[in-house]
């Protein structure tokens, strides 16, 4: 059976970045991932080099970064006040660490993953660009099994 829409595949891989080989994610086989396929859940460039694949089959394809998460958006990165991150009027300090990330909603109700990149004395700049934008995405690995929807 062949990989296609309204199936499942149970798959193995490493996600590299492609420019420079850092490995960015490993699924090892003692527990491949399941994807559904079909479903526009999948970035659609991985989703059409996996389409037709078997059982068995190995793959070795790159993903451009405008096909993934799509290009570094400057705009994306800006400076809140440092008051944003008080907690009852207290500023929390165990948020403000350097590298890391937690959602925050904007004035729409939206919500946002955001990663702290550098704190100041009255702000703090953040980065909202999703961690694999702008990055050439490589994936090697092997499919081990194909199933079919009911």
């Not at 891989?13 to 859940?41: R, W």
């Not at 970035?43 to 190995?58: A, P, R, V």
């Not at 809140?80 to 109700?109: E, H, S």
């Amino acid at each position: 059976m062949k990989i296609s829409k309204g199936c499942k595949a149970r798959v193995v891989y490493v996600l590299y970045n492609a420019d420079n080989n850092e490995v960015i994610e490993q699924v090892s086989e003692n527990n491949p991932v399941v994807f559904n396929f079909g479903t526009g859940m999948l970035l659609e460039g991985f989703e059409t080099n996996l389409s037709g694949l078997s059982k068995g089959d190995t793959f070795d394809f790159v993903v451009k970064a405008k096909d993934a998460y799509g290009p570094r958006d400057s705009y994306a990165v800006f400076d809140l006040p440092k008051d944003t991150f008080a907690v009852n009027g207290k500023l929390d300090t165990k948020l403000l660490k350097i590298g890391n990330r937690f959602p925050m909603q904007d004035n729409n109700g939206n919500q946002h993953e955001g990663m702290i990149i550098s704190i100041h004395e009255d702000t703090v700049t953040m980065d909202f660009n999703h961690p694999l934008a702008g990055i050439d995405l490589r994936f090697v690995g092997k499919v081990i099994e194909v199933i079919l929807e009911e």
